[in-house]
C-alpha cells in the first residue's frame, strides 16, 4: 500500500488549480461540456439498458390478474393517489370535494410568497413557509395512509374506538363546565 502525499497549499500552481474552483477535473478543463456530455449519454443509455435486461430476464406480474366478473368490494387507486382520494371519499360534496383537490396545488404555488425574504436563504429561516410545507406533508400522509382503511375507521386511521371518543367529549365537557362553574 502507497503512502499518500500531503499537497503542499503553498504551491503556487497547486493554488492557481485550487482557484479556478469545483468543476475542473484535474487537467484544469471545465466538466461542462467536456466531461459531462460525454457521460450523460453513457448514463442514460446504461440505465436504458439494465431496465430492459431486468424486464426481459425477470418479467413480474404487476398485481393481480383482472377478473372481468368478480368487482372487488372497494377499488383503490395507485398509492401515490391516496390523498387525492380520501379527500373525495371524506367530503360529502363532490363540488367541495373537486375544489378541495384543485386548492391543493394553488396553494402549493403560494407557500415562497407567503415571506418577503430573499430567495437564496437558508428555507429553515422562513419559518412561515416551513410550517405550512410540514403541516402539509403531515395532512398528505395521514390522509394517505387513512384512504387505505376502510371508510369508518379512515379519519381516526383506527387509533381511537367511537366510544372512547364519545367517553373523552364527555369528560372535556364536564372537565371545562366544573372548572368554569368553580370561578
Known sequence: MGVTKKPDLNDPALRAKLAKGMGHNYYGEPAWPNDLSYIFPVVILGTIACTIGLAVLEPSMIGEPANPFATPLEILPEWYLFPVFQILRTVPNK???????????????????LENVNQFQNPFRRPVATTVSLIGTAVALWLGIGAAL???ESLTLGLFQSNLIQLSNIKIFQFFFFHISRE
Open 95 to 113: 363540488l367541495l370535494g373537486v375544489l378541495l383537490m384543485a386548492s391543493v396545488p394553488a396553494g402549493s404555488l403560494t407557500v415562497p410568497f
Open 150 to 152: 376502510p371508510i369508518d
